[in-house]
């Protein structure tokens, strides 16, 4: 199984996602906790939480994408390791990373934006197994399930607590939900996810997320991994007393740019010199 193979199924079964999630009416089908006194308790519409139930919720379903296509599936054994799944088809032995991400509507042209993972550690360390279940090299494709949906205006009070039979009054904090499957590197926009943070930010166009219409979709993974792995921080380049070399997309151009014709006019004399210096074994 190629990647361009497994994007195609995962669209398609992303595709069904949001019946299995949502009621007819487009909301949530999830109105909150209950404890062992039938006592419920509202859900918070904070994205962490969000997040993390969706995930719960979309778990079966990936077992069942599995099982349909010939793949193996594998859960991040910890927190805040890399992929939270990773299939492997069972035929060919390819290995595939899934990352959840979702995030809301700001308006129906805008959302608030994901974080897209690391641009340190295993994204530049790519034979190491710190903080990843496989290797990062070791993955024919690293792909994003992506959640958009819209916050209700009108919600519980979390302070309230409600009774089973009060469950069909309980407003759903979250509706219309929209899932798509794309390549990370598509969606991929040039800035970090949030001020300083270490982690590759997504577009926020949804057109753009849905589409996988990114800046790197032009430019290709090769650029997508070259641009983040060299990406610097303020406080990553102050630490290592270094001026920041690019920090959009403009800049990197003329890095890249910066004194390649002498490089390339003298080709000849580097590859010959590279050859004299091999150290004597």
């Known amino acids: 199984m190629k990647p361009d193979d497994f994007l195609r199924l995962l669209q398609a079964h992303a595709a069904t996602f949001a019946k299995a999630v949502a009621t007819n009416e487009g909301e949530w089908i999830i109105k909150g906790f209950i404890d062992i006194y039938q006592r419920i308790y509202t859900i918070s519409v904070d994205t962490k939480i969000v997040s993390k139930v969706l995930e719960l919720l979309l778990f079966p379903m990936f077992m069942e994408f599995a099982k349909k296509h010939g793949l193996k599936v594998e859960l991040c054994p910890q927190q805040n390791f890399y992929p939270d799944l990773t299939f492997t088809h069972t035929e060919s032995g390819a290995r595939f990373a899934v990352d959840i991400k979702s995030t809301y509507r700001i308006n129906k042209d805008e959302a608030n934006g994901m974080t897209l993972g690391a641009f340190t550690g295993y994204f530049r360390e790519r034979e190491s197994k710190k903080n990843t279940l496989y290797p990062y090299s070791m993955y024919a494709g690293h792909f994003v399930l992506g959640v958009l949906y819209s916050k209700c205006d009108d919600v519980a009070d979390e302070r309230k ?32 996810g949030s001020g300083n943070t270490k982690n590759i930010g997504s577009v926020t166009k949804v057109a753009h997320l849905i589409k996988g219409e990114g800046p790197f979709a032009v430019l290709g993974e090769q650029v997508y991994d070259d641009y983040w792995m060299y990406y610097l921080t303020r406080d990553m380049a102050e630490a290592l007393k270094v001026k920041r070399p690019y920090t959009n997309l403009k800049e990197y151009l003329e890095y ?15 590859v010959e010199m590279a050859e004299q210096e091999k150290p004597v074994k």
């Open 256 to 270: 890249k740019k910066r004194g390649i014709e002498t490089l390339k006019a003298h080709e000849k004399e580097i």
């Open 161 to 192: 607590q409600f009774k089973l039979e009060d469950l069909p009054k309980i407003p759903s904090v979250i509706k219309d939900f929209q899932f798509f499957a794309q390549p990370k590197y598509r969606i991929a926009s040039s800035r970090p």
